[in-house]
């Protein structure tokens, strides 16, 4: 039973900024990684930006230079720092955790219930 409460989406103008944020609560042994997907209408969920627990990241090459995500580990939290935001960024955002919820299970993966981020004049 873990649950991802994501929050910060909403409609901004292309050029401007969203910082979105996930927080993980629950049967929480430890976490290994967390990220961020995106999925527009009609087409597939896309990987968006992943971190791990030591904080090594990796971005998709469209959104380098742009987004920035980071975590606080003592929080269970993950947060993208979106820029610069264009209209092909409009998308359902999915906050993603790979969490192991006791000593000797196996990682599962868990989702956030999406938050919609509009990028519009």
């Known amino acids: 039973q873990v649950q991802l409460v994501e929050s910060g989406g909403g409609l901004v103008q292309p050029g401007g900024s969203l910082r979105l944020s996930c927080a993980a609560s629950?049967?929480?042994?430890?976490?290994?990684?967390m990220g961020w997907y995106r999925q527009a209408p009609g087409k597939e969920r896309e990987l968006v930006a992943t971190?791990?627990?030591?904080?090594?990241?990796n971005y998709a090459d469209s959104v380098k230079g742009r987004f920035t995500i980071s975590s606080d580990n003592a929080k269970n939290t993950v947060y993208l720092q979106m820029n610069s935001l264009k209209p092909e960024d409009t998308a359902i955002y999915y906050c993603?955790?790979?969490?192991?919820?006791?000593?000797?299970?196996?990682?599962?993966?868990?989702w956030g219930q999406g938050t919609q981020v509009f990028v519009s004049s």
């Open positions: 993603n955790a790979w969490v192991r919820m006791a000593w000797g299970l196996r990682d599962n993966e868990f």
């Open positions: 629950g049967s929480i042994f430890s976490i290994n990684a």
């Open positions: 971190i791990t627990n030591s904080r090594s990241t």
